[in-house]
């Protein structure tokens, strides 16, 4: 095995893990509930749903950003379009108001908008690596 191929995937998958984690970051962030203490303080199995399907649903680009990149740059770029376009989706849901409330709903423990959003979420991440794939 050629050294640098082996450099190259450990480039790689070290700034793509370096991505996801700065995306469970900013994740929390966006959301208007805390997920941290949701999830391991409360023991909340929407929030964990909710959650864990934004990380499947960043996953999904980056793997694109991954296969598709023709370097790099490119691939770190792409990397930070995918966060970009997955924490905007997660802004903008979790603050819709009144009946349809994310932010009410996760907080309050209710499993199904929790799936719902770890449906929602891995939906958009498989949008965002489809038109990725030029």
Same mark, same amino acid.
């Given at each position: 095995m050629e050294i640098g191929l082996f450099t190259g995937f450990i480039s790689f998958f070290l700034t793509a893990t370096v991505l996801v984690i700065v995306f469970l970051?900013?994740?929390?962030?966006?959301t208007p509930y805390d997920d941290y203490k949701l999830i391991?303080?409360?023991?909340?199995?929407a929030a964990s749903l909710g959650f864990g399907g934004a990380v499947i649903g960043v996953s999904i680009p980056l793997y694109s950003a991954l296969v598709? !990149?023709? !370097?790099y740059v490119d691939f770190a770029i792409w990397g930070v379009i995918a966060i970009v376009i997955q924490l905007l989706f997660a802004f903008i849901v979790t603050r819709v108001d009144g009946?349809? !409330?994310f932010k009410a709903k996760i907080s309050n423990g209710d499993v199904s908008v929790g799936a719902?959003?770890?449906f929602l979420s891995i939906a958009i991440g498989l949008l965002n690596a489809g038109s990725m794939s030029y």
């Amino acid at each position: 095995m050629e050294i640098g191929l082996f450099t190259g995937f450990i480039s790689f998958f070290l700034t793509a893990t370096v991505l996801v984690i700065v995306f469970l970051y900013l994740y929390a962030i966006v959301t208007p509930y805390d997920d941290y203490k949701l999830i391991f303080e409360e023991n909340s199995l929407a929030a964990s749903l909710g959650f864990g399907g934004a990380v499947i649903g960043v996953s999904i680009p980056l793997y694109s950003a991954l296969v598709h !990149s023709v !370097s790099y740059v490119d691939f770190a770029i792409w990397g930070v379009i995918a966060i970009v376009i997955q924490l905007l989706f997660a802004f903008i849901v979790t603050r819709v108001d009144g009946k349809y !409330s994310f932010k009410a709903k996760i907080s309050n423990g209710d499993v199904s908008v929790g799936a719902l959003m770890a449906f929602l979420s891995i939906a958009i991440g498989l949008l965002n690596a489809g038109s990725m794939s030029y």
